[in-house]
Antibody
Framework: QVQLVESGGGVVQPGRSLRLSCVTS????????MHWVRQAPGKGLEWVAV????????FYAESVQGRFTISRDNSKNTVWLQMNSLRAEDTALYYC??????????????WGQGTLVTVSS | QSALTQPPSVSGSPGQSVTISCTGT?????????VSWYQQPPGTAPKLMVY???NRPSGVPDRFSGSKSGNTASLTISGLQAEDEGDYYC??????????FGGGTRLTVL
């Protein structure tokens, strides 16, 4: 079955960096776009970033543009989120997620369980 | 890239129907049929309930239906059941090739 397992969260000081990882299994990773979505404590969902199945395109929410970078390695079935210049408002549960359809940027279907990032001094 | 607009809360009694609206702009909901709806019970990851405006993934009851008119999408849940309680979020693809979520709606089954 499809599995998405995030790791790398933790407590980090404002201005510092953190890299989240998402290891996947149970599907042909190289054919699906991968997303990161976050949810601040007690708040709603916020889409963060997507990378196309072949790594040719990446897009970001305005709130993280220029600070976060999504990347993937199709040989390792893994997607990462490099987060730089972290702010208190980046504190959230970060979900790794997979699109529904291969070869296109489609609705998010599968979600991981999330990894918690806390930005605090 | 403003969030889509949803009512903060809706409620209904078992067996009744409720509708949750999701209002965007001509740059997202109004221009694309890639509108999705997610259910999120407390403490769990979201679950896709409707995709591409009105399609249901396998396993989602036909009590859940979606529609769209102009810049507003809607999710209707008929025959409400206690297990339907939770937070519901809409999402849309945008003209910037990004995605945007709504602020979320808390459904209470009375």
């Amino acid at each position: 079955q499809v599995q998405l397992v995030e790791s790398g969260g933790g407590v980090v000081q404002p201005g510092r960096s953190l890299r989240l990882s998402c290891v996947t299994s149970g599907f042909d990773f190289a054919t699906y776009a991968m997303h990161w979505v976050r949810q601040a404590p007690g708040k709603g969902l916020e889409w963060v970033a997507v990378m196309w199945y072949d790594g040719s395109h990446e897009f970001y929410a305005e709130s993280v543009q220029g600070r976060f970078t999504i990347s993937r390695d199709n040989s390792k079935n893994t997607v990462w989120l490099q987060m730089n210049s972290l702010r208190a408002e980046d504190t959230a549960l970060y979900y790794c997620a997979r699109g529904r359809d291969p070869y296109r940027s489609s609705s998010i279907y599968y979600w991981g369980q999330g990894t918690l990032v806390t930005v605090s001094s | 890239q403003s969030a889509l607009t949803q009512p903060p809360s809706v409620s209904g009694s078992p067996g009744q129907s409720v509708t949750i609206s999701c209002t965007g702009t001509s740059s997202d909901v109004g221009s694309y049929n890639r509108v999705s709806w997610y259910q999120q019970p407390p403490g769990t990851a979201p679950k896709l309930m409707v995709y591409e405006v009105s399609n249901r993934p396998s396993g989602v009851p036909d009590r859940f239906s979606g529609s769209k008119s102009g810049n507003t999408a809607s999710l209707t849940i008929s025959g409400l059941q206690a297990e339907d309680e939770g937070d519901y979020y809409c999402s849309s693809y945008t003209s910037s090739a990004t995605f945007v979520f709504g602020g979320g709606t808390r459904l209470t089954v009375l």
